[in-house]
């Protein structure tokens, strides 16, 4: 079994901790797709050669990661999906699965009518949506777009798309966060009833705006017992509600 990550570097906005690749020149997303689906083209004979050595190249996954790639236009992302599933790799011997999970990373506030009639089009059946936190106050301090509200009119968005698979992304240890504000974090993420949860720890990466506040001495880390604790309470709270709903 492969897997394909096709990564999207295109953001209208850079969040302040955010240490992975990207530009806000979204003019620049057309020609993009083109090479990259150029390159995908002359990578079609890579899982090939892993069939060759014994391996199977079947694709079980893929994932379009960035970046922001909800900001890909429809056109584009036919572009990338056609590519994938018509030109490239099957039609080298090398098939997606039918039980692929196919995933696309989103900004709730990119979930909109118009990007989830493209999604019910396309292969997708997988989203994964950059929530951080359902503090609007600790939203506007990471510098993202949207609000919590958006959060649940996506879901309920997706729903009606019949996206049956929603992931959703949490940040905990922010500075002077209290264990008592996880949990209610955690609990806005458990009551959407999303199939998965990410969650990790705010990392202060060298080079973004954030780490350069921490430099300033403008926020402090959380002390790591206060981490921690944080921690095992996302373990606690997400091991307790699986056990409710499988009773």
Same mark, same amino acid.
């Given at each position: 079994? @492969? %897997?394909?990550? &096709?990564?999207?570097?295109?953001?209208? !906005?850079?969040?302040?901790?955010? %240490?992975?690749?990207?530009?806000?020149?979204?003019?620049? *997303?057309?020609?993009?797709?083109?090479?990259?689906?150029?390159?995908?083209?002359?990578?079609?004979?890579?899982?090939?050669? @892993?069939? #060759? @050595? =014994?391996?199977?190249?079947? &694709?079980?996954? &893929?994932?379009? =990661?960035?970046?922001?790639?909800?900001?890909?236009?429809? #056109?584009?992302?036919?572009?990338?999906?056609? /590519?994938?599933?018509?030109?490239?790799?099957? +039609?080298?011997?090398?098939? +997606? !699965?039918?039980?692929?999970? +196919?995933?696309?990373?989103?900004?709730?506030?990119?979930?909109?009518?118009?990007?989830?009639?493209?999604?019910? *089009?396309?292969?997708?059946?997988?989203? !994964?949506?950059?929530?951080?936190?359902?503090?609007?106050?600790?939203?506007?301090?990471? *510098?993202?777009?949207?609000?919590?509200?958006?959060? %649940?009119?996506?879901? #309920?968005?997706?729903?009606? @798309? #019949?996206?049956?698979? &929603?992931?959703?992304?949490? $940040?905990? %240890?922010?500075?002077?966060?209290?264990?008592?504000?996880?949990?209610?974090?955690? *609990?806005? /993420?458990?009551?959407? =009833? +999303?199939?998965?949860?990410?969650?990790?720890?705010?990392?202060?990466?060298?080079?973004?705006?954030?780490?350069?506040?921490?430099?300033?001495?403008?926020?402090?880390?959380?002390?790591?017992?206060? /981490?921690?604790?944080?921690?095992?309470?996302?373990?606690? $709270?997400?091991?307790?509600? /699986?056990?409710?709903?499988?009773?």
């Amino acid at each position: 079994m @492969a %897997g394909l990550y &096709i990564h999207i570097p295109f953001c209208v !906005s850079r969040c302040i901790y955010c %240490g992975f690749y990207s530009t806000t020149s979204v003019s620049l *997303q057309h020609q993009y797709t083109d090479v990259l689906c150029r390159e995908l083209e002359l990578r079609r004979n890579y899982l090939k050669e @892993a069939e #060759d @050595a =014994g391996k199977s190249p079947e &694709i079980s996954t &893929i994932y379009l =990661g960035g970046g922001t790639p909800s900001q890909l236009s429809p #056109d584009n992302l036919n572009k990338i999906f056609d /590519a994938i599933y018509n030109k490239v790799f099957t +039609v080298n011997g090398v098939p +997606v !699965s039918p039980t692929a999970e +196919v995933t696309i990373e989103c900004n709730p506030d990119d979930i909109t009518p118009q990007f989830v009639n493209t999604v019910a *089009q396309l292969p997708i059946n997988r989203v !994964s949506m950059g929530v951080q936190t359902f503090s609007d106050q600790r939203l506007k301090f990471l *510098q993202r777009r949207h609000t919590s509200q958006d959060v %649940g009119k996506a879901t #309920d968005l997706l729903r009606k @798309a #019949d996206i049956r698979n &929603i992931s959703i992304d949490l $940040m905990f %240890g922010f500075p002077q966060q209290s264990i008592e504000e996880w949990k209610t974090d955690l *609990q806005s /993420a458990i009551e959407l =009833g +999303v199939e998965h949860i990410s969650a990790y720890s705010l990392m202060y990466e060298e080079n973004t705006p954030l780490y350069n506040l921490l430099q300033r001495n403008k926020v402090q880390e959380i002390d790591e017992e206060t /981490a921690l604790s944080m921690y095992d309470t996302l373990i606690d $709270m997400l091991t307790s509600n /699986a056990s409710n709903t499988t009773k």
